[in-house]
Every structure is written in structure tokens, then in C-alpha cells.
């Protein structure tokens, strides 16, 4: 099966990065000033207007791709509403096609760039219960320290969201970089190996199937 045929991840980079401390604290310091895109602000108001008019809790699913773990988190919290964020229309094209589930609760599905989407989300006081970070890109390579989430200059951003944050992967120094940069930020949290009878992602599927292990941090912020 084309599934169980997942390379695993292949980094030039043994440990944690050895400037994650001075990257993390760097941006927990400095004021982020990129302009918002236009068009992520336009997708924000929209969504901002079914948030705002939505008595129940709210949930992000970060980096949702084509959806299959926003419709499954809706099962699981039926009575919230649950937003996908992910840049790729072309990913989340493929959900009304292959992954929708018409018996899941509430959630919708927005193209946005998360480095505006957690800011503006900030701005208007958001307070997600939950926020789940499932199998990001790793960006494995030391070089790319800057385009993990992690190691990224709207870090703080993602702390200032609150809520119980979960963060999975199949590399286990992302999940461990991640953990210390919350520790920097004063969320010490411990990190753990992850499995479950039920993968609620193609990734993690195609991980598990590939005899991958995944690695998560749970922590309430």
C-alpha cells in the first residue's frame, strides 16, 4: 500500500539546534511588525464573524491540510467549533472531495497564512480552548530553524493564544524544541511518545503505517 511507504525524516541535525535558545529568546523579546496579508485579513473577519456569534468553545486546528483531522476533532468535540487553518488551497480543495464527514459536528476550513491568522486571532481576544499543531512541516534541515514554528518569530504569538496546546510528530527533536521553547516562555511541559488505535490525519496514518513513531507535548497555557 503507497501508504506504508513513508520515509522517515533525515536531518543533518543530531539534537536540539544549537542557537534554538538564542532564536526563541529573540523573539520573545522583539516586536513583530510584518504587515498582515490582505487576504488572510479578509479570511480572519469572515471567520471572526462566526466566532464572535458562537456561544460554544472554539478549537484551532493549525497546519489542517485537507481537513480529515478538523473533521475528526469535531467528533471528538461536538459541541464546539472547530477551524482548520492552512495556507494550501489546493490542499484544502481536497476535502469536500475525499475527506468530509457529514457526521461530524461544527467546523469550518480557511486559507490563511498562520504567521497573520495567531496574530490577528490575538487581537481580537480569542481564547481557544484548544489548539492542536498535528505533524507540521518539520523543516529537518538545521538551516531552516527559522521556518519551524518553533523557531519562527510569531512563536509568542502561539503562547499568547492559550488553551491546551497539542503538538504531534513523527521527529522527535521538533517536539522536543518545541517544549523548550514554551519553557522559555515559562510553560515548562514534558514530552512523550504517542500512539492510538485511530490516526485522525492522513500523516499520521502514512507514519504509522510506515512502522513510524510519533512523538506530542500536551500542555494548558
Not at 99 to 122: C, E, H, M, P
Amino acid at each position: 500500500m503507497a501508504e506504508a511507504n513513508s520515509r522517515s525524516i533525515v536531518s543533518n541535525q543530531p539534537s536540539l539546534h544549537e542557537k534554538l535558545d538564542e532564536i526563541v529568546n529573540k523573539h520573545l523579546t522583539a516586536e513583530f511588525k510584518k504587515p498582515i496579508a490582505a487576504h488572510t485579513q479578509k479570511a480572519f473577519d469572515e471567520v471572526n464573524a462566526r466566532v464572535q456569534a458562537f456561544a460554544g468553545d472554539i478549537i484551532l486546528d493549525s497546519c489542517c491540510g485537507v481537513g480529515e483531522s478538523t473533521a475528526n476533532l469535531a467528533k471528538l468535540h461536538p459541541n464546539a467549533l472547530i477551524i482548520g487553518i492552512d495556507k494550501s488551497s489546493h490542499r484544502l480543495d481536497k476535502h469536500d472531495v475525499e475527506y468530509k464527514q457529514t457526521d461530524s459536528g461544527q467546523y469550518i476550513l480557511v486559507q490563511a497564512d498562520l504567521n497573520d491568522f495567531w496574530r490577528l486571532a490575538v487581537a481580537a481576544n480569542w481564547q481557544p480552548t484548544h489548539h492542536y499543531l498535528l505533524y507540521p512541516n518539520p523543516w529537518p534541515k538545521a538551516k531552516h530553524i527559522g521556518r519551524r514554528w518553533h523557531g519562527a518569530a510569531v512563536f509568542p504569538f502561539i503562547v499568547k493564544l492559550g488553551g491546551q496546546l497539542e503538538v504531534r510528530s513523527n521527529w522527535d527533536i521538533y517536539v522536543r524544541e518545541f517544549a523548550r521553547a514554551l519553557q522559555l516562555a515559562g510553560h515548562p511541559t514534558a514530552v512523550e511518545p504517542y500512539s492510538c488505535e485511530q490516526a485522525i490525519t492522513p500523516f499520521e496514518r502514512k507514519y504509522w503505517m510506515s512502522g513510524q513513531s510519533s512523538t506530542r507535548l500536551v500542555i494548558e497555557l
